[in-house]
Structures are given as C-alpha cells and as structure tokens.
C-alpha cells in the first residue's frame, strides 16, 4: 500500500453519514419487529388442547367436553386430570392435562434427546409443546397454526 493510500485512510471518519443511516433502519426495523411479536401473542387462558401427528389430529380435548381421540391413542381419565398415551410404532409420549389448572405437559417420551421433555407447561394459547422425533404436535385448541397472529 502506497503512502498516499495510508494518509487518505488515516483522514477517513470512522462511520459516514450513510452509514449511520442504514445503522438506524436496521435498528429501528429490529425494535419494530420486536414490538409486533410480542403485542401479538395470544396470551389468553387455554382453553384446550389438540394433539397432531403427522400433522394429523389425534386427540383433542376442549375443557369442560369429552375428549375425542383415534387409534393408538389411550385415554385415562381421573377427578384431576387426563393422562394420554400416544403409541405409533415404537414411538411412545404420555402428555397429561391437569383439568382444574387448565395446563398440559408432556411426562413421558422415549425419543432421543428427549427436547420435548424440557417444553414449559402450556397454560395459555401462545405456548406448544414440539416432539420432533415423533413428529408429535400439541397445540392450543383455539389456534390456528397457518394464522398465528391475532390483532389486539
């Protein structure tokens, strides 16, 4: 590098105008996202719950009703709470939906690494419970996975 080169890189300013300017959109794009994420979310009480595998649904259960499941899905019902079992091939999860709470947690699961296990408890409609081994879905039953955004 010649020496004029050094004493021209040597005035230079660290930041220009110009790039002040993309810093700020930047900046303000990333707060505004923010924003938009977090004023979104359906934050209401759960109302209920459906269990999809495959993205196919088999149990759901709305508080108050009957649970409806299909095949290899077991169901025991107590005064406190519903325990699932969902058995597909080798694959064995046990969710359990505390009635009087209105919560749902995963107690079981046999995949490797057991992620599913480390899920929050769901006790309102932002929350999902992901088994990915297992392909395992347990979502609110009053959300729409394709639209999850709700205007408040």
């Known amino acids: 590098m010649s020496l004029k080169k050094i004493e ?6 660290g930041f220009r105008l110009f790039d002040l300017i993309i810093y700020g959109v930047i900046v303000l794009t990333v707060a505004v996202l923010f924003i938009v994420i ?9 109302t209920g ?18 649970p409806t499941r299909s095949d290899g899905v077991t169901v025991e019902e107590d005064a406190n709470g ?6 597909t091939d080798d694959d064995l999860n046990l969710v359990y939906i505390d009635k009087s ?8 699961a046999n995949c490797k690494g057991q992620q599913c296990m480390y899920f929050p408890v769901m006790d309102n409609n932002s929350k999902f419970i992901y088994c990915s081994p ?14 999850p955004f709700v205007i408040v």
Do not use: N
């Not at 021209?8 to 300013?13: G, P, S, T, Y």
């Not at 977090?38 to 759960?46: Q, V």
């Not at 297992?134 to 639209?147: A, N, T």
């Open 49 to 66: 719950v459906r269990i999809f595998v495959d993205s196919q649904e088999v149990f759901s259960y709305e508080f108050g009703g009957e």
């Open 82 to 87: 519903i325990t699932v079992t969902i058995r």
């Open 134 to 147: 297992h392909r395992l879905r347990i979502e609110p039953y009053s959300v729409d996975l394709d639209d």
């Open 38 to 46: 977090f004023t979104t979310r359906d934050t209401d009480p759960l």
């Open 101 to 108: 709470a209105k919560t749902v947690k995963m107690l079981e």
């Open 8 to 13: 021209q890189v040597k005035k230079d300013k």
